[in-house]
């Protein structure tokens, strides 16, 4: 299930399962959409005739905006679990800049994909930690620059070993 909210504050409920059967706020939705190109479509919903283009589409902070015949709408959407994160009140985790990265658990970096001076945005992917057989992306926790990075590629970490400093 998702939440979405728009600009204008109104909330839905948008429910989606595998045999293409979509409700909102409990009520079945159907729709007729047809692709014009990247990012354009033209959406018939009871009757009336939407032209539709995704303007912009920020996937980490599930923030979207789009053009709906020719008014800007912007959308947040909330997943299940950050509906639980909200229930358990985990929502208002502190935005506070961030100035280390630690190993979130034991294991061996395979990846360095930044280097110091370079500026990165939350959500950008900075180490590889392969752990229990996995690889891990560890993703930059807020914007900022890297100032020094205190590991190199094939060297062992322990569970909260500082990787990378920010500055």
Known sequence: MLQVNTNST??????????NL????????????VVL????????????SIAAE????????????????????????????????????????SANKVNELKAPMP???VAVRVEPGQAVQKGDPLLVLEAMKMENILKA???GVVSAIKVGLR?????????????
């Open 54 to 93: 995704v303007i912009q589409a920020d996937y980490s902070t599930k923030t979207f905006q789009f053009k709906l015949n020719g008014r800007l709408v912007d959308l947040q959407v909330k997943d299940r679990f950050d509906l639980l994160l909200d229930k358990l009140g985990m929502n208002t985790a």
């Open 37 to 48: 190109g990247p990012g354009r479509f033209h959406i018939l919903h009871e009757g009336k």
């Open 107 to 109: 294991g061996l970096i």
């Open 22 to 33: 979509i409700t909102v706020n409990n009520e079945p939705f159907t729709w007729d959409i």
């Open 10 to 19: 109104q909330t839905w409920d948008v429910d989606y399962r595998a045999d």
């Open 141 to 143: 926790p807020s914007d």
């Open 155 to 167: 060297n062992n970490v322990t569970k909260g070993q500082v990787l990378i400093q920010f500055s």
